[in-house]
């Protein structure tokens, strides 16, 4: 296991050697970058296929996610607008206190003679005015800027609730073989998190650049007005900062986004840890699991903390810019004042004391935006980061869309066949060879062989949570790939092997494929399997909350909820991957008949390993290494006297050592 100074002294290497950004690039095929090898301990990420995205082209994902909320960017960029204009008072009104004021003289004085009726001409009197005037501003800028604050809020909860909304749905559309290998932490981390980083680019791209635009055009013409030698003189310290900030700039981005990254990886194993507490205390590994999370949260934190520096070096530039442009300005301004002292108050030529404190509080003005942009354009990396990995997800096409002219499925028979179906998770490890297979509507097929053999998968295929890679799945004579996927999906109930309940309550998860049942019918489908009694005895009943994954119940009691959720669901076709399996023998006698009830009339698919599960199938496939070796009734396989009879001997023979059941399949394998 790394410590978190080697991988920190890795991630450095790479941002010497340029290769941060690349090691997210991979081949369009899926397959994950060199050294990548994913699990708890690498990175499995949505980026694995795609092509290096520029800054332009993040950017304008900006205008799309922003379609439909142009009335409150309006407003939100009318108040920046506002704010800008009021913000230009004070400088002007200083310069007004300084030179007139000051020197005993009145507004109407300054403002000339068609205002004289409107301004006060005394010295006080505009002293009053001008103050008055400052207060109003204030009050106004104060009340501009708490709108502000309410629209910005309002505006970024509904763009992250949307996108959220939009991530969600897409992840929805992904089969299972584009998910299976994302870790959840990374799914929720990108579901949750990132949209709120993504929004605040709408801010740090468009709001506060505008407004900061404004502001510095503003202050920028009248000092240019005011005396643009002063400018020029105050303008030539700027080209330095300039460059630093580009060398800077585009290096943020590829580390925002790697932190990012390692954030999601820690989420991911935060999920494995305690969705897996049960093995973490069994076998001690409470002390294991802390040092490997604190060695990456150590590591985030270095990333963090080096990354920060950076972005620090850009305030550290102004931190030296400011000073330097004071000391030009009071050199080379005051030398101005000096030079000029024996013009007219009136001519533009001359530079009053009150002009140069003017100048000097609107160029230090001019500070404020653009640091405020600066400041900006780094947290934009972060969000372009973040923004970067949820277009990751949302660039994912779909590989098992409906066609342009999928069929609608109504009320069909439920007869499937299996034409030659090739199948493997990658090309070259096929699972399944070769599979024919007739099922008639209404009938029960039972699957039966060596773990390894390609029983679920076949299950799957049939659910359609995978496409064959060869061959055809027909239901009622139709290619299950020309149908509308939903439509076929929802002729299916599952019973697993490994149940998964939700953290809700019992008839919650009982009614959840038919999420507006009546309390009666959750009621009588529990009863049906054999869940009933048990539930009334729990502290709420229907109404006892079961925990995440079905945490408070036992293996029995879940496993006989999720068969009462196949019962209430009331499909057309059910499978049932080792339904029975944490049953005891007195619970999976009393269920059996409540399953052939549900089985009766429906298309059924039975993955088992109690062959008193099966032996009333109307057909039962043995299969093995991917291959159906045998296939039959009950009493045809048994008078075969091949793989069935090994396992139903095995099985049935009271005094032989359970170890030889193994060891027989391994025979036959």
Not at 2 to 15: L, P
Not at 283 to 311: C, D, P, V, Y
Not at 493 to 512: P, S
Not at 580 to 607: C, K
């Amino acid at each position: 296991m790394k410590s978190s100074r080697q991988r920190f002294a890795e991630f450095r290497e790479k941002i010497k050697k340029g290769l941060l950004d690349k090691d997210r690039l991979g081949e369009k095929d899926g397959r994950r970058a060199e050294g990548d090898t994913g699990g708890r301990h690498g990175h499995r990420a949505f980026a694995d296929y795609k092509i290096k995205r520029t800054k332009r082209a993040l950017l304008s994902e900006y205008r799309l996610m922003l379609r439909g909320y142009y009335a409150p960017v309006t407003v939100l960029l009318s108040l920046a607008l506002l704010m800008a204009v009021n913000s230009l008072v004070m400088p002007w009104a200083i310069k007004i206190l300084i030179d007139y004021i000051g020197a005993g003289r009145g507004l109407a004085e300054y403002a000339g003679t068609n205002w004289s009726g409107l301004l006060p001409t005394t010295a006080l009197g505009s002293l009053y005015w001008l103050g008055g005037l400052l207060f109003v501003s204030a009050l106004f800028g104060v009340g501009l800027d708490w709108i502000r604050l309410l629209a910005q809020q309002r505006l970024n909860f509904r763009l992250a609730g949307t996108l959220r909304q939009r991530l969600h749905n897409h992840l929805q559309r992904l089969s299972l073989a584009q998910l299976s290998d994302y870790k959840t932490g990374g799914i929720v981390s990108r579901i949750m998190s990132d949209p709120d980083q993504v929004v605040g680019g709408v801010q740090n791209a468009l709001i506060n650049p505008f407004g900061a635009a404004l502001r510095i055009g503003g202050a920028l013409l009248i000092v240019i007005f005011t005396d643009w030698r002063l400018f020029v003189a105050a303008a030539a310290t700027i080209p330095p900062i300039i460059i630093v900030h580009f060398f800077l700039f585009k290096r943020l981005r590829p580390l925002w986004r790697n932190i990012h990254d390692e954030r999601s990886m820690l989420s991911g194993r935060l999920t494995d840890t305690y969705g897996g507490i049960r093995v973490v205390r069994s076998f001690q590994r409470e002390r294991f699991e802390s040092k490997e999370f604190g060695a990456g949260q150590n590591t985030m934190i270095r990333k963090q903390q080096f990354t920060a520096i950076l972005g620090r070096l850009l305030s550290t530039g102004w931190g030296v810019f400011v000073p330097l442009m004071v000391v030009v300005m009071i050199f080379y301004g005051g030398k101005r004042v000096l030079d000029t002292m024996h013009l007219p108050l009136e001519d533009p030529n001359r530079l009053t004391v009150g002009k140069l404190v003017m100048f000097q509080t609107y160029l230090l003005m001019l500070l404020g935006p653009i640091t405020h942009v600066i400041e900006s354009i780094q947290q934009l990396q972060q969000n372009l980061g973040a923004l970067d990995r949820v277009v990751d997800v949302l660039e994912q096409t779909p590989d098992m869309p409906d066609k342009p002219n999928a069929l609608a499925l109504n009320n069909p028979r439920g007869e499937l066949e299996l034409v030659d179906v090739h199948f493997g998770y990658s090309p070259d490890k096929p699972v399944l060879q070769g599979i024919d297979l007739f099922v008639p509507a209404g009938a029960t097929l039972a699957i039966v062989g060596p773990s390894g053999s390609g029983k679920t998968t076949l299950v799957n295929l049939i659910a359609r949570f995978f496409d064959v890679n060869k061959g055809a799945i027909l239901l009622d004579g139709v290619d299950i790939r020309d149908t509308k996927l939903q439509d076929y999906r929802g002729l299916f109930a599952m019973v697993l092997q490994d149940v998964y309940l939700f953290d809700g309550t019992v008839a919650q998860n009982i009614a959840y494929g038919r999420r507006h049942a009546t309390r009666e019918e959750i009621i009588d489908a529990a009863r049906k399997a054999n869940a009933h009694d048990f539930i009334e005895t729990l502290e709420k009943g229907y109404d006892t909350i079961v925990g995440e994954r079905g945490s408070k119940l036992s293996g029995g009691q879940k496993q006989r909820i999720s068969i009462a959720r196949a019962i209430l669901a009331n499909p057309r076709i059910l499978i049932l991957d080792e339904a029975t399996s944490s049953l005891d023998s007195q619970s999976e006698h009393l269920i059996q008949a409540s399953l052939r009830e549900l089985m009766q009339g429906r298309t059924t698919f039975v993955i088992a390993h109690r062959l008193s599960t099966i032996m009333h199938a109307d057909n039962i496939v043995v299969l093995v290494d991917g291959k159906i070796v045998e296939q039959g009734s009950h009493e045809q396989l048994l008078e075969k006297r091949g793989v069935y009879q090994v396992m139903f001997t095995t099985q049935f023979e009271r005094h032989r050592d359970p170890t030889l059941e193994r060891i027989e399949w391994e025979k036959v394998g």
